[in-house]
């Protein structure tokens, strides 16, 4: 059995896709875009989506970003990561 690699991405990675689930607070929805706005402005909100689950207590905001390099998609996760309602980041 190989070990699999992780495919290498180049920078910069246009539609780069972002989805952070957490808790349905009024708010959620805007710090995620708030820590978009620090570190990918210019992102297009109109490919913005917001999903809620099921029963309405969660939900996901999925953002479509520019990438220029691992730095900035660490910081991103690290930023979404830290809000108390952020439940898991892909």
Partial sequence: MSEQTPPKIEFPCPD????SM???????????LAVMDKHAPG???????VKPSRNGRFISV???I????LPQ???IFDDLKKHPST???L
């Fill in 66 to 69: 520019v990438a220029t390099g």
């Fill in 43 to 49: 992102y297009d909100l109109d490919k913005v989506t």
């Fill in 62 to 64: 999925t953002v479509f």
């Fill in 22 to 32: 957490g808790v349905a607070t009024d708010d959620y929805k805007q710090a995620v």
């Fill in 73 to 75: 998609l660490q910081a």
């Fill in 87 to 89: 439940k898991m980041v």
């Fill in 16 to 19: 780069y896709l972002i989805k």
